[in-house]
Protein backbone atom coordinates (compact mmCIF):
# COMPACT_ATOMS: atom_id res chain seq x y z
CA UNK A 1 0.00 0.00 0.00
CA UNK A 2 1.26 3.29 -0.91
CA UNK A 3 1.88 6.34 0.80
CA UNK A 4 -0.77 9.85 -0.19
CA UNK A 5 0.99 12.19 -2.00
CA UNK A 6 1.58 15.30 0.21
CA UNK A 7 0.72 18.93 -1.40
CA UNK A 8 3.79 20.30 -1.86
CA UNK A 9 4.76 22.94 1.22
CA UNK A 10 5.23 26.67 0.51
CA UNK A 11 5.61 29.90 1.99
CA UNK A 12 2.92 32.46 2.17
CA UNK A 13 2.12 34.75 -1.16
CA UNK A 14 3.91 37.92 -1.07
CA UNK A 15 1.67 40.92 -0.39
CA UNK A 16 1.58 42.35 -3.96
CA UNK A 17 0.49 38.60 -4.93
CA UNK A 18 -2.83 38.72 -2.38
CA UNK A 19 -3.50 41.95 -3.49
CA UNK A 20 -3.90 40.63 -7.03
CA UNK A 21 -5.46 37.85 -6.10
CA UNK A 22 -8.07 39.64 -4.37
CA UNK A 23 -8.96 42.09 -7.51
CA UNK A 24 -8.95 39.44 -9.60
CA UNK A 25 -11.42 37.07 -7.55
CA UNK A 26 -14.60 38.31 -5.83
CA UNK A 27 -14.58 36.95 -1.78
CA UNK A 28 -16.42 34.11 -1.25
CA UNK A 29 -20.07 34.98 -0.58
CA UNK A 30 -22.20 33.35 2.34
CA UNK A 31 -24.68 30.62 1.42
CA UNK A 32 -27.96 32.49 0.29
CA UNK A 33 -30.90 32.23 2.82
CA UNK A 34 -34.33 31.93 1.07
CA UNK A 35 -36.78 34.70 1.62
CA UNK A 36 -39.86 34.00 3.06
CA UNK A 37 -42.89 34.13 0.13
CA UNK A 38 -44.71 37.81 0.62
CA UNK A 39 -47.27 39.24 -1.18
CA UNK A 40 -47.11 41.19 -4.44
CA UNK A 41 -46.33 44.67 -4.26
CA UNK A 42 -49.19 47.01 -6.08
CA UNK A 43 -48.19 48.34 -8.79
CA UNK A 44 -47.16 52.10 -8.16
CA UNK A 45 -49.55 54.86 -9.92
CA UNK A 46 -47.66 56.31 -12.45
CA UNK A 47 -45.60 59.43 -11.87
CA UNK A 48 -45.31 62.60 -14.52
CA UNK A 49 -41.39 62.49 -14.53
CA UNK A 50 -39.84 66.04 -13.52
CA UNK A 51 -37.00 67.67 -15.53
CA UNK A 52 -34.08 69.22 -13.06
CA UNK A 53 -34.11 73.00 -13.78
CA UNK A 54 -30.53 73.95 -14.89
CA UNK A 55 -29.99 75.70 -11.56
CA UNK A 56 -30.45 72.02 -9.97
CA UNK A 57 -28.04 71.04 -11.87
CA UNK A 58 -25.64 73.43 -11.30
CA UNK A 59 -26.22 73.36 -7.37
CA UNK A 60 -25.72 69.17 -7.96
CA UNK A 61 -22.39 69.78 -9.56
CA UNK A 62 -21.39 72.93 -6.63
CA UNK A 63 -22.21 70.54 -3.97
CA UNK A 64 -20.04 67.44 -5.17
CA UNK A 65 -16.85 69.38 -5.28
CA UNK A 66 -14.44 68.45 -2.74
CA UNK A 67 -11.65 71.37 -1.02
CA UNK A 68 -9.04 70.31 -3.15
CA UNK A 69 -10.72 70.58 -6.02
CA UNK A 70 -11.84 73.80 -5.20
CA UNK A 71 -8.27 75.07 -4.18
CA UNK A 72 -7.62 73.76 -8.00
CA UNK A 73 -10.16 76.21 -9.55
CA UNK A 74 -8.40 79.09 -7.60
CA UNK A 75 -4.92 78.16 -8.90
CA UNK A 76 -6.23 77.88 -12.10
CA UNK A 77 -8.09 81.17 -12.03
CA UNK A 78 -4.45 82.63 -10.62
CA UNK A 79 -2.23 81.10 -13.08
CA UNK A 80 -4.62 82.56 -16.00
CA UNK A 81 -4.21 85.73 -14.75
CA UNK A 82 -0.51 86.00 -13.88
CA UNK A 83 -0.71 84.72 -17.79
CA UNK A 84 -2.43 88.07 -18.92
CA UNK A 85 0.56 89.88 -16.95
CA UNK A 86 3.62 88.29 -17.73
CA UNK A 87 2.92 86.91 -20.98
CA UNK A 88 3.99 83.35 -22.02
CA UNK A 89 6.63 83.16 -19.49
CA UNK A 90 4.66 84.12 -16.52
CA UNK A 91 2.35 81.35 -17.54
CA UNK A 92 5.34 78.87 -17.59
CA UNK A 93 6.45 80.11 -14.44
CA UNK A 94 2.94 80.06 -12.91
CA UNK A 95 1.88 76.77 -13.90
CA UNK A 96 5.24 75.49 -12.85
CA UNK A 97 4.18 76.66 -9.27
CA UNK A 98 0.71 74.76 -9.66
CA UNK A 99 2.04 71.63 -11.04
CA UNK A 100 5.08 71.47 -7.99
CA UNK A 101 2.52 72.32 -5.38
CA UNK A 102 0.14 69.46 -6.16
CA UNK A 103 3.30 67.14 -6.50
CA UNK A 104 4.81 68.11 -3.16
CA UNK A 105 1.05 67.88 -1.49
CA UNK A 106 0.94 64.55 -2.62
CA UNK A 107 4.51 63.27 -2.06
CA UNK A 108 3.82 64.44 1.83
CA UNK A 109 0.30 63.50 2.33
CA UNK A 110 -0.17 60.34 0.14
CA UNK A 111 -3.13 61.70 -1.37
CA UNK A 112 -4.02 62.32 -5.17
CA UNK A 113 -4.78 65.82 -4.42
CA UNK A 114 -7.04 67.62 -6.92
CA UNK A 115 -4.95 66.34 -10.03
CA UNK A 116 -5.86 62.95 -8.93
CA UNK A 117 -1.63 61.72 -9.08
CA UNK A 118 -2.01 58.31 -8.34
CA UNK A 119 1.08 57.17 -6.60
CA UNK A 120 3.79 59.45 -5.38
CA UNK A 121 6.56 57.95 -7.98
CA UNK A 122 4.14 59.81 -10.38
CA UNK A 123 4.21 63.08 -8.00
CA UNK A 124 8.00 63.19 -8.02
CA UNK A 125 8.36 63.35 -11.49
CA UNK A 126 5.19 66.09 -11.77
CA UNK A 127 7.51 68.23 -9.47
CA UNK A 128 10.94 67.87 -11.47
CA UNK A 129 8.96 68.58 -14.83
CA UNK A 130 7.34 71.72 -12.82
CA UNK A 131 11.18 72.61 -12.01
CA UNK A 132 12.11 72.36 -16.21
CA UNK A 133 9.44 74.38 -16.90
CA UNK A 134 9.72 77.15 -14.35
CA UNK A 135 13.57 76.97 -15.82
CA UNK A 136 11.59 77.72 -19.40
CA UNK A 137 9.60 80.30 -18.37
CA UNK A 138 12.30 82.59 -17.09
CA UNK A 139 14.09 82.20 -19.93
CA UNK A 140 11.27 83.47 -22.36
CA UNK A 141 10.74 86.40 -19.79
CA UNK A 142 14.54 86.91 -20.12
CA UNK A 143 14.82 87.19 -23.58
CA UNK A 144 11.82 89.00 -24.09
CA UNK A 145 11.62 91.60 -21.32
CA UNK A 146 15.56 92.17 -20.62
CA UNK A 147 17.44 92.37 -17.35
CA UNK A 148 14.56 93.71 -15.44
CA UNK A 149 12.01 90.90 -16.00
CA UNK A 150 15.19 88.59 -14.87
CA UNK A 151 15.37 90.37 -11.65
CA UNK A 152 11.32 90.10 -11.35
CA UNK A 153 12.19 86.02 -11.65
CA UNK A 154 14.56 85.44 -9.03
CA UNK A 155 12.40 85.25 -5.74
CA UNK A 156 11.03 82.23 -7.57
CA UNK A 157 14.60 80.30 -8.53
CA UNK A 158 16.19 81.76 -4.75
CA UNK A 159 12.62 80.26 -3.03
CA UNK A 160 12.43 83.48 -1.41
CA UNK A 161 8.75 85.68 -1.26
CA UNK A 162 7.83 86.87 -4.26
CA UNK A 163 6.34 89.97 -2.64
CA UNK A 164 8.95 92.54 -4.36
CA UNK A 165 10.36 95.02 -1.34
CA UNK A 166 11.04 98.53 -2.46
CA UNK A 167 14.54 100.20 -1.54
CA UNK A 168 14.81 103.57 -1.28
CA UNK A 169 18.01 104.46 -3.95
CA UNK A 170 20.36 107.42 -2.33
CA UNK A 171 20.79 110.33 -4.76
CA UNK A 172 24.64 110.27 -6.55
CA UNK A 173 26.29 113.60 -5.61
CA UNK A 174 29.56 113.73 -7.29
CA UNK A 175 31.94 116.08 -6.25
CA UNK A 176 33.13 118.89 -8.73
CA UNK A 177 36.48 118.60 -10.22
CA UNK A 178 38.58 122.07 -11.11
CA UNK A 179 38.52 121.02 -14.55
CA UNK A 180 35.32 118.92 -15.69
CA UNK A 181 35.27 117.44 -18.85
CA UNK A 182 32.76 117.78 -21.17
CA UNK A 183 31.25 114.85 -22.67
CA UNK A 184 28.32 116.25 -24.72
CA UNK A 185 25.40 114.68 -23.10
CA UNK A 186 22.06 114.92 -24.56
CA UNK A 187 20.70 117.19 -21.68
CA UNK A 188 23.33 119.64 -22.56
CA UNK A 189 23.43 120.88 -26.01
CA UNK A 190 26.51 121.95 -27.68
CA UNK A 191 25.04 124.14 -30.01
CA UNK A 192 22.07 126.19 -28.98
CA UNK A 193 18.70 126.28 -31.46
CA UNK A 194 17.49 129.61 -31.89
CA UNK A 195 13.39 129.37 -31.14
CA UNK A 196 12.77 131.22 -34.14
CA UNK A 197 10.14 133.79 -32.38
CA UNK A 198 9.74 136.61 -31.08
CA UNK A 199 8.95 136.08 -27.17
CA UNK A 200 5.50 136.78 -26.73
CA UNK A 201 3.39 137.26 -23.51
CA UNK A 202 0.12 137.71 -22.24
CA UNK A 203 0.51 140.20 -19.35
CA UNK A 204 0.38 144.04 -21.16
CA UNK A 205 2.76 145.06 -18.99
CA UNK A 206 4.08 144.21 -15.87
CA UNK A 207 1.25 146.30 -14.23
CA UNK A 208 -0.28 142.53 -13.88
CA UNK A 209 2.29 140.83 -11.72
CA UNK A 210 3.78 143.75 -9.18
CA UNK A 211 2.09 143.84 -5.49
CA UNK A 212 1.85 141.30 -2.90
CA UNK A 213 1.71 137.72 -4.60
CA UNK A 214 -1.80 136.82 -2.34
CA UNK A 215 -3.37 140.18 -4.52
CA UNK A 216 -2.01 138.56 -8.17
CA UNK A 217 -4.07 135.45 -6.75
CA UNK A 218 -6.71 137.39 -6.23
CA UNK A 219 -6.84 138.21 -10.08
CA UNK A 220 -6.77 134.93 -11.38
CA UNK A 221 -9.82 132.96 -13.18
CA UNK A 222 -11.07 129.89 -10.99
CA UNK A 223 -12.09 127.23 -13.13
CA UNK A 224 -11.55 123.23 -13.15
CA UNK A 225 -8.97 121.54 -15.58
CA UNK A 226 -9.38 121.20 -19.33
CA UNK A 227 -9.21 117.70 -20.71
CA UNK A 228 -5.46 116.78 -21.58
CA UNK A 229 -6.27 116.01 -25.09
CA UNK A 230 -4.16 117.03 -27.83
CA UNK A 231 -0.77 118.04 -25.50
CA UNK A 232 2.13 116.94 -26.92
CA UNK A 233 5.85 118.61 -25.47
CA UNK A 234 7.83 119.24 -28.88
CA UNK A 235 4.66 119.94 -31.14
CA UNK A 236 3.09 122.43 -28.51
CA UNK A 237 6.06 124.17 -26.80
CA UNK A 238 8.61 123.60 -28.60
CA UNK A 239 11.69 121.42 -28.42
CA UNK A 240 13.49 122.01 -25.33
CA UNK A 241 15.87 124.29 -24.32
CA UNK A 242 15.41 126.46 -27.02
CA UNK A 243 17.64 129.75 -27.52
CA UNK A 244 14.42 132.17 -26.72
CA UNK A 245 16.08 135.57 -25.07
CA UNK A 246 18.29 135.58 -27.94
CA UNK A 247 21.63 135.92 -26.05
CA UNK A 248 23.22 132.68 -28.05
CA UNK A 249 22.92 130.42 -25.38
CA UNK A 250 20.15 127.45 -24.33
CA UNK A 251 17.74 127.84 -21.95
CA UNK A 252 19.22 125.37 -19.80
CA UNK A 253 22.76 126.62 -19.53
CA UNK A 254 20.70 130.38 -18.97
CA UNK A 255 19.10 128.56 -15.79
CA UNK A 256 22.16 126.45 -14.74
CA UNK A 257 24.39 129.94 -15.00
CA UNK A 258 21.77 131.51 -12.80
CA UNK A 259 21.18 128.97 -10.18
CA UNK A 260 24.30 127.20 -9.28
CA UNK A 261 27.27 128.97 -7.22
CA UNK A 262 30.74 128.84 -8.58
CA UNK A 263 29.74 127.85 -11.79
CA UNK A 264 32.23 126.74 -14.13
CA UNK A 265 31.88 127.63 -17.68
CA UNK A 266 33.71 126.33 -20.98
CA UNK A 267 33.00 129.46 -23.57
CA UNK A 268 30.62 132.05 -23.13
CA UNK A 269 27.58 129.64 -22.18
CA UNK A 270 28.45 126.04 -21.61
CA UNK A 271 28.26 125.57 -17.79
CA UNK A 272 30.29 122.37 -16.95
CA UNK A 273 30.59 122.59 -13.26
CA UNK A 274 28.89 124.26 -10.03
CA UNK A 275 27.02 123.65 -6.70
CA UNK A 276 23.48 123.79 -6.40
CA UNK A 277 21.43 124.90 -2.99
CA UNK A 278 18.64 122.76 -3.78
CA UNK A 279 15.11 124.92 -3.04
CA UNK A 280 13.33 121.84 -2.89
CA UNK A 281 15.20 119.99 -0.34
CA UNK A 282 17.04 122.52 1.47
CA UNK A 283 20.31 120.23 0.92
CA UNK A 284 23.93 121.21 -1.04
CA UNK A 285 24.23 119.64 -4.62
CA UNK A 286 27.01 119.64 -6.67
CA UNK A 287 26.72 119.32 -10.39
CA UNK A 288 28.96 118.26 -13.51
CA UNK A 289 28.36 118.06 -16.43
CA UNK A 290 28.84 114.35 -17.85
CA UNK A 291 26.90 111.69 -19.69
CA UNK A 292 26.10 110.22 -16.19
CA UNK A 293 25.83 113.29 -13.47
CA UNK A 294 24.07 116.08 -16.12
CA UNK A 295 20.83 114.25 -15.15
CA UNK A 296 21.20 114.71 -11.48
CA UNK A 297 20.52 118.53 -11.98
CA UNK A 298 17.44 119.09 -13.76
CA UNK A 299 15.67 122.28 -15.22
CA UNK A 300 11.82 121.94 -13.78
CA UNK A 301 8.89 123.82 -14.69
CA UNK A 302 7.18 125.64 -11.68
CA UNK A 303 3.90 125.46 -13.71
CA UNK A 304 4.09 122.00 -15.86
CA UNK A 305 3.82 122.21 -19.07
CA UNK A 306 0.91 119.90 -18.73
CA UNK A 307 -1.06 121.30 -16.08
CA UNK A 308 -0.35 124.92 -18.54
CA UNK A 309 -2.24 123.04 -20.92
CA UNK A 310 -5.28 122.18 -19.11
CA UNK A 311 -5.30 125.73 -17.60
CA UNK A 312 -5.52 127.64 -20.75
CA UNK A 313 -2.39 127.07 -22.88
CA UNK A 314 -4.20 125.44 -25.21
CA UNK A 315 -5.63 129.14 -26.10
CA UNK A 316 -2.23 130.93 -26.44
CA UNK A 317 -0.31 131.14 -29.62
CA UNK A 318 2.86 128.90 -30.60
CA UNK A 319 4.93 131.66 -29.78
CA UNK A 320 3.20 132.19 -26.58
CA UNK A 321 3.74 128.67 -25.57
CA UNK A 322 7.55 128.60 -26.50
CA UNK A 323 8.08 131.38 -24.50
CA UNK A 324 6.33 129.66 -21.50
CA UNK A 325 8.49 126.67 -21.82
CA UNK A 326 11.83 128.96 -22.29
CA UNK A 327 11.19 131.54 -19.60
CA UNK A 328 13.46 131.71 -16.89
CA UNK A 329 10.41 133.06 -14.81
CA UNK A 330 8.83 129.22 -14.71
CA UNK A 331 12.49 127.50 -14.96
CA UNK A 332 14.53 126.81 -11.77
CA UNK A 333 17.16 124.01 -11.53
CA UNK A 334 16.18 121.09 -8.65
CA UNK A 335 17.89 117.54 -8.00
CA UNK A 336 15.80 114.60 -10.08
CA UNK A 337 14.45 112.98 -7.88
CA UNK A 338 12.09 115.90 -6.57
CA UNK A 339 11.85 117.15 -10.09
CA UNK A 340 10.04 113.39 -10.99
CA UNK A 341 8.45 113.66 -7.85
CA UNK A 342 6.43 116.76 -8.83
CA UNK A 343 5.30 115.99 -12.03
CA UNK A 344 2.86 117.71 -13.46
CA UNK A 345 1.46 118.38 -10.04
CA UNK A 346 0.79 122.29 -8.98
CA UNK A 347 0.30 123.52 -5.28
CA UNK A 348 -2.48 121.56 -4.34
CA UNK A 349 -1.08 117.98 -4.98
CA UNK A 350 2.57 118.99 -4.50
CA UNK A 351 4.95 121.58 -2.57
CA UNK A 352 8.44 121.31 -1.91
CA UNK A 353 10.24 119.52 1.06
CA UNK A 354 11.91 122.82 2.02
CA UNK A 355 9.01 124.20 3.33
CA UNK A 356 11.18 127.61 3.61
CA UNK A 357 10.88 128.05 -0.19
CA UNK A 358 7.16 127.49 -0.40
CA UNK A 359 6.37 130.67 -0.05
CA UNK A 360 8.76 131.78 -3.27
CA UNK A 361 7.18 128.69 -4.66
CA UNK A 362 3.77 129.92 -4.71
CA UNK A 363 4.48 133.29 -5.89
CA UNK A 364 6.40 131.73 -9.02
CA UNK A 365 3.35 129.89 -9.65
CA UNK A 366 0.96 132.99 -9.41
CA UNK A 367 3.30 135.24 -10.99
CA UNK A 368 3.38 132.63 -13.76
CA UNK A 369 -0.16 132.27 -14.90
CA UNK A 370 -0.90 135.73 -14.29
CA UNK A 371 1.88 136.65 -16.74
CA UNK A 372 0.52 134.13 -19.33
CA UNK A 373 -3.47 134.35 -18.46
CA UNK A 374 -3.62 130.86 -16.91
CA UNK A 375 -6.49 129.86 -14.72
CA UNK A 376 -6.13 128.12 -11.38
CA UNK A 377 -8.82 125.27 -9.87
CA UNK A 378 -10.32 126.05 -6.63
CA UNK A 379 -8.39 123.13 -4.59
CA UNK A 380 -5.28 125.04 -6.00
CA UNK A 381 -6.10 128.66 -5.05
CA UNK A 382 -7.21 127.24 -1.62
CA UNK A 383 -3.21 125.67 -1.28
CA UNK A 384 -1.73 128.86 -2.16
CA UNK A 385 -3.46 130.77 -0.23
CA UNK A 386 -3.29 128.97 2.54
CA UNK A 387 0.73 129.40 2.10
CA UNK A 388 0.59 132.79 1.72
CA UNK A 389 -1.30 133.25 4.88
CA UNK A 390 2.07 132.72 6.07
CA UNK A 391 3.61 135.15 4.29
CA UNK A 392 1.64 138.23 3.15
CA UNK A 393 4.00 140.38 2.04
CA UNK A 394 5.73 137.91 -0.45
CA UNK A 395 5.78 139.65 -3.43
CA UNK A 396 4.56 138.60 -7.10
CA UNK A 397 7.59 138.74 -9.87
CA UNK A 398 7.54 139.76 -13.02
CA UNK A 399 9.15 138.06 -15.98
CA UNK A 400 12.02 139.35 -18.01
CA UNK A 401 9.37 139.22 -21.63
CA UNK A 402 6.56 141.00 -19.97
CA UNK A 403 6.37 144.56 -21.52
CA UNK A 404 7.33 147.61 -18.49
CA UNK A 405 4.92 149.58 -16.98
CA UNK A 406 4.19 152.30 -18.89
CA UNK A 407 6.00 155.35 -16.54
CA UNK A 408 3.05 157.95 -15.46
CA UNK A 409 2.47 160.60 -17.82
CA UNK A 410 2.82 164.02 -16.30
CA UNK A 411 0.33 166.68 -17.16
CA UNK A 412 1.49 170.41 -16.60
CA UNK A 413 -0.39 172.84 -15.32
CA UNK A 414 -1.97 175.20 -17.54
CA UNK A 415 0.24 178.19 -17.47
CA UNK A 416 -1.72 181.35 -16.48
CA UNK A 417 -3.29 183.36 -18.71
CA UNK A 418 -1.08 186.84 -19.52
CA UNK A 419 -2.36 189.96 -18.18
CA UNK A 420 -3.71 192.10 -21.26
CA UNK A 421 -1.52 195.29 -21.49
CA UNK A 422 -2.53 198.11 -21.13
CA UNK A 423 -4.32 200.32 -24.43
CA UNK A 424 -1.71 202.92 -25.22
CA UNK A 425 -3.14 205.95 -24.64
CA UNK A 426 -4.57 208.38 -27.18
CA UNK A 427 -2.04 210.78 -29.02
CA UNK A 428 -2.81 214.18 -27.53
CA UNK A 429 -4.97 216.44 -29.87
CA UNK A 430 -2.90 218.57 -31.66
CA UNK A 431 -3.58 221.93 -30.99
CA UNK A 432 -5.72 223.95 -33.31
CA UNK A 433 -4.61 225.51 -36.42
CA UNK A 434 -4.07 229.29 -36.28
CA UNK A 435 -6.44 231.00 -38.30
CA UNK A 436 -5.19 231.78 -41.84
CA UNK A 437 -3.36 235.33 -41.92
CA UNK A 438 -4.62 237.92 -44.10
CA UNK A 439 -2.38 238.31 -46.92
CA UNK A 440 0.63 239.76 -45.78
CA UNK A 441 1.44 243.41 -47.82
CA UNK A 442 4.67 244.34 -48.77
CA UNK A 443 6.84 245.44 -45.78
CA UNK A 444 6.68 242.03 -43.92
CA UNK A 445 3.89 241.99 -41.73
CA UNK A 446 3.22 238.84 -39.75
CA UNK A 447 0.42 237.16 -37.27
CA UNK A 448 1.56 236.66 -33.88
CA UNK A 449 -0.11 234.67 -30.86
CA UNK A 450 -0.29 236.76 -27.81
CA UNK A 451 0.04 235.31 -24.55
CA UNK A 452 -3.83 235.69 -23.30
CA UNK A 453 -4.28 233.34 -26.42
CA UNK A 454 -5.23 236.16 -28.73
CA UNK A 455 -3.93 236.93 -31.83
CA UNK A 456 -2.39 240.15 -33.42
CA UNK A 457 -1.11 241.56 -36.94
CA UNK A 458 1.41 243.68 -37.40
CA UNK A 459 2.66 244.89 -40.41
CA UNK A 460 6.03 245.98 -39.12
CA UNK A 461 5.88 243.91 -35.95
CA UNK A 462 6.72 246.64 -33.22
CA UNK A 463 4.57 247.37 -30.40
CA UNK A 464 2.77 244.12 -30.95
CA UNK A 465 0.54 242.38 -28.30
CA UNK A 466 1.36 244.85 -25.74
CA UNK A 467 -2.17 245.24 -24.26
CA UNK A 468 -2.56 241.42 -24.20
CA UNK A 469 1.08 240.29 -22.46
CA UNK A 470 3.64 239.75 -25.23
CA UNK A 471 3.68 237.67 -28.36
CA UNK A 472 3.87 234.07 -27.48
CA UNK A 473 4.74 232.79 -31.43
CA UNK A 474 5.03 234.67 -34.72
CA UNK A 475 3.59 232.94 -37.47
Not at 15 to 36: D, H, I, M, Q
Not at 333 to 360: E, H, I, M, Y
Not at 455 to 465: E, I, V, W
Amino acid sequence: MSAPVSAPVSGPAPSWRRWLARRASPAAAPPAVPAPPTAPAPPAPPTASAEPSLNDRLLTIVRSFRPATWLGIVLTLILLSMSLVGGLGGLFMMASLVAAVTGIFTLATRRPGWLGIPSRGIALGVVGGALVVLVLGVSITSATAGPSASSAARPFLSGSSATPTTTATPTRTPSPTPTPTPTGDPLDPEVAQSAGITASVVAADTAATSGPALAVLDTLTVKGKAPKTGYERTAKFGKAWLDVDGNGCDTRNDVLARDLGDAQKAGACKVTAGTLQNPYTGTSLSFVRGNDTSALVQIDHVVSLSNAWQTGAQQLTQAQRITLANDPLNLIAVDAASNTQKGAGDAATWLPKNSGFRCDFAARQISVKATYGLWVTQPEKTALAGILAGCPDQQAVSSQFTPPKPEPVVVPEPAPAPEPEPAPAPDPEPAPAPPAAPDEVSGGGATALCNDGTLSYSAHRRGTCSHHGGVAIWY
